[in-house]
T-cell receptor, first 111, second 115 residues
Framework: NAGVTQTPKFQVLKTGQSMTLQCAQD?????MYWYRQDPGMGLRLIYY???????DKGEVPNGYNVSRLNKREFSLRLESAAPSQTSVYFC??????????FGSGTRLTVV | GDSVTQMEGPVTLSEEAFLTINCTYT??????LFWYVQYPGEGLQLLLK?????DKGSNKGFEATYRKETTSFHLEKGSVQVSDSAVYFC??????????????FGQGTELSVKP
């Protein structure tokens, strides 16, 4: 099915560990985004990529890095996880005519 | 910068009640406005949108009108169902070149509909 696929769905990390969240879309969209969702705060933009080969910081980029590997894939890396990064992470891609498509999310807990 | 403010939840209604979730925004220029819905354990789905003043977005019985004079985009439904229980997010995108198409979200409003 066409859409945005995120892996993993759940993850528990210890403080200081690293991990990469994967995101892939098969809709040939140029723009891709990483958001985090925290209670009472809506979704906040971490990083985005307007096109293959470009990335830019969003509202809350500290502690994260991203890679736009190709047009399909946009990964989010936590180099040294902290409890403040416990959150639900959503990847999205954008079509100018049809709007945003969101993945189903990755629930990350840092202990 | 641009921002979105929603009424706080949770909102609890009985089935067939009238729903209003308030949303106001602050933005330069003429943003596009959206309502997204998130069902438990799922990602966000676009519910409706409006791209210019006085536009009315509608879907699945939900409606919202882009009111530039009051900078509002309130979500309404005449008769809610248990299956409408979810978290609703108001969002905007700024003009291209200003916000780069990024979505800016309100904090979300949880709706619970009881039988």
């Amino acid at each position: 099915n066409a859409g945005v696929t995120q892996t993993p769905k759940f993850q528990v990390l210890k403080t200081g560990q690293s991990m990469t969240l994967q995101c892939a879309q098969d809709m040939n969209h140029n723009s891709m985004y990483w958001y985090r969702q925290d209670p009472g705060m809506g979704l906040r933009l971490i990083y985005y990529s307007a096109s293959e080969g470009t990335t830019d910081k969003g509202e809350v980029p500290n502690g994260y890095n991203v890679s736009r590997l190709n047009k399909r894939e946009f990964s989010l890396r936590l180099e040294s996880a902290a409890p403040s990064q416990t959150s639900v992470y959503f990847c999205a891609s954008l079509d100018r005519d049809y709007g945003y498509t969101f993945g189903s999310g990755t629930r990350l807990t840092v202990v | 910068g641009d921002s979105v403010t929603q009424m706080e939840g949770p909102v609890t209604l009985s089935e067939e009640a009238f729903l209003t979730i308030n949303c106001t925004y602050t933005a330069t220029g003429y943003p596009s406005l959206f309502w997204y819905v998130q069902y438990p354990g799922e990602g966000l789905q676009l519910l409706l949108k409006a791209t210019k003043a006085d536009d009315k977005g509608s879907n699945k019985g939900f409606e919202a009108t882009y009111r530039k004079e009051t900078t509002s985009f309130h979500l309404e439904k005449g008769s809610v169902q248990v299956s409408d229980s979810a978290v609703y997010f108001c969002a905007l995108t700024g003009r291209r070149g200003n916000q780069g198409g990024k979505l800016i979200f309100g904090q979300g409003t949880e709706l619970s509909v009881k039988p």
